[in-house]
């Protein structure tokens, strides 16, 4: 894969490579300082658990933030704030009152950020915590934004400097790219915390970043290019090579549009599914429904090869090369060198997001939109020999966040911690296990294995889903983690079934897995310990 793409763009105010520059660290302790002198009636709730509704309100009128407008302060009293649009009533759900801030930042004459910060009106526990958005992102996180404060964070999302789920935006708009690609997030930490000193006369005494997929993509930028910006980060899912990832998606897409026998219908991923299972499944010594890590095994679909006509319980000689190309790695044609790991045997169930009736949204408006500037472009004339270069310019590391050199971000006593489900079809698992061994490489495992850490999820899906247990407090393992010292040795995750949880299992720090004791039910974590593979 091509090395992080070095660039410094003038008025961005940052260079690429996981350093933030000096220009940044002065502007977030100017803008904090500046923020909390300024408001001298907000002073007086320093130290204290709770502000008032007027405290909030002059928000609106007395904060003053460097290319920002504070265009709303509004005290929302417990369990009355209504999403905008009438709908997300699971993020309204049990929210305790807080101050809801907007802004409107404008770090370049094209730019046009919104950002909400929310802060407890009481019960603040000190901290700052900003998540992150899917896909293209142009819009404000509200379920994530509840979820912090009521674990009592001051929480902050932006919707990265446009409106809508597409990438049409950024056509002829380069600094709108440039918010999106990493000056968004940065800003809203910057002006967040600020917002944050100035209700209530102390900066936050930690910062936290939260994001998967999209949002996981914007957590490498952060530590890779802003390292000050927050003490601890989770990246779940991290599309950090959404450029190279484009050409796997979007070939996979090819594969089974190749002709109408290549197409392989969603009423065969059982099929195929099972396949790999009955192959995959019981490598790990136990025979659970759960490819422990799909690395240890060779999965050819080729068994499934109809024998005669075609029928459901079997693949066509086309169907079977289609398979065989959405597990295969994408090779460069030029160079020899791999560009992206294919999907693993256990991802089956999932394959209609990438290989369906219609190609992945995200990695089709980056080719339409950014690489071809042509909506009407057609993803069958994607040419990997001939558009990997030209798509890499495009990107110019606006988008991608190669870096594997953390020191910046470790050194100062950052802690990153990625998750990755082994049944991911939107961003190949391994790809994630390549970045943690060239950081490993990069920079020692010693000082990796104190800052660092990933967990691959057996059988979970892309940020969720899939057949394993796929839900866990990232946040709170975070917290002991960065807090605490207590460095995970795992994480217990669990599979809910209409309301109940039917299996649990431990997460272990990679290359670790977890494997049964030997007796106990293998629904139980406590039946199972993390070892070596």
Same mark, same amino acid.
């Given at each position: ?11 961005? $105010? =940052?260079?690429? @490579?996981?350093?933030?520059? %000096? ?9 904090? +300082?500046? &923020? *909390? ?31 920002s407008t504070v265009t709303s302060a509004t005290p929302v009293a417990a369990g009355k704030f209504v999403p905008p649009g ?47 958005? $899917? =896909?293209?992102? @142009?819009?404000?996180?509200? %379920? ?9 964070? +001051?929480? &902050? *999302? ?116 099972? +396949? ?91 080719a339409r939109f950014l690489v071809f500037a042509d909506p009407n472009w057609d993803f069958r004339s994607l040419d990997l ?149």
């Amino acid at each position: 894969m091509s090395p992080q793409y070095m660039m410094c763009r003038s008025g961005t $105010g =940052a260079a690429t @490579g996981g350093q933030s520059g %000096g220009f940044w660290r002065v502007t977030m302790k100017t803008v904090i +300082a500046f &923020a *909390s002198v300024l408001l001298v009636s907000a002073s007086a709730h320093a130290q204290t658990s709770s502000v008032s509704a007027a405290a909030c309100e002059r928000l609106a009128a007395s904060l003053k933030l460097p290319n920002s407008t504070v265009t709303s302060a509004t005290p929302v009293a417990a369990g009355k704030f209504v999403p905008p649009g009438g709908g997300g009533a699971a993020a309204a759900a049990g929210l305790p009152a807080f101050c809801r801030v907007a802004l409107t930042i404008k770090p370049s004459s094209d730019s046009d950020i919104k950002s909400e910060i929310w802060l407890p009106m009481s019960g603040w526990n000190g901290k700052f915590l900003q998540v992150g958005n $899917g =896909a293209w992102g @142009g819009s404000i996180q509200y %379920g994530p934004l509840g979820d912090g404060i009521r674990r009592g964070y +001051a929480a &902050a *999302s932006t919707d990265t400097g446009h409106t809508g789920a597409d990438a049409s935006f950024a056509v002829g708009h380069p600094e709108k790219l440039i918010d999106f690609g990493y000056r968004s997030v940065h800003e809203t930490a910057v002006q967040g915390k600020a917002t944050v000193a100035a209700l209530y006369g102390t900066a936050p005494r930690l910062s936290y970043f939260n994001g998967c997929s999209g949002g996981g993509r914007m957590s490498f930028m952060e530590a890779q290019r802003f390292p000050e910006d927050f003490d601890a980060i989770i990246a779940g899912a991290p599309g950090y090579n959404r450029t190279d990832g484009a050409f796997q998606s979007l070939g996979a897409m090819q594969a089974t549009h190749k002709d109408p026998a290549s197409f392989i219908p969603a009423s065969k991923y059982p099929m195929l599914h099972k +396949a790999a299972l009955d192959k995959c499944d019981a490598v790990d010594g136990l025979m659970d429904g759960l490819i422990t890590d799909p690395r240890s095994c060779k999965y050819d679909p080729a068994v499934l090869a109809c024998k005669g006509a075609d029928g459901p319980s079997c693949l066509t000689a086309p169907q079977v090369a289609a398979a065989q190309k959405i597990y295969a790695p994408v090779v460069d044609p030029k160079t020899g060198k791999e560009v992206f790991a294919g999907l693993e045997p256990g991802s089956e169930m999932h394959w209609g997001a990438i290989s369906g009736e219609e190609p992945h949204p995200m990695y089709y408006d980056l080719a339409r939109f950014l690489v071809f500037a042509d909506p009407n472009w057609d993803f069958r004339s994607l040419d990997l020999g001939k558009h990997l270069e030209l798509a890499r310019q495009k990107d110019g590391g606006i988008l991608s966040a190669m870096s594997t050199d953390l020191k910046p971000f470790v050194g100062r006593g950052g802690k990153l911690l990625i998750y990755h489900g082994w049944e991911d079809q939107n961003i190949s698992p391994r790809m994630s296990v390549e970045y943690y061994e060239k950081v490993q490489a990069t920079m020692g495992k010693a000082s990796v294995d104190n800052a660092v850490k990933l967990f691959m999820v057996p059988g979970m899906g892309h940020c969720g889903g899939g057949d394993g247990p796929n839900e866990f407090d990232m946040i709170a393992t975070l917290e002991e983690w960065r807090e605490k010292g207590k460095t995970p040795t795992q994480i217990l995750a669990s599979k809910v079934s209409d309301g109940q949880v039917v299996r649990t299992r431990p997460l272990c720090p990679f290359p670790q897995v977890a494997k049964y004791k030997g007796t106990g039910s293998i629904d139980k974590a406590e039946s199972f310990a993390c070892s070596a593979p």
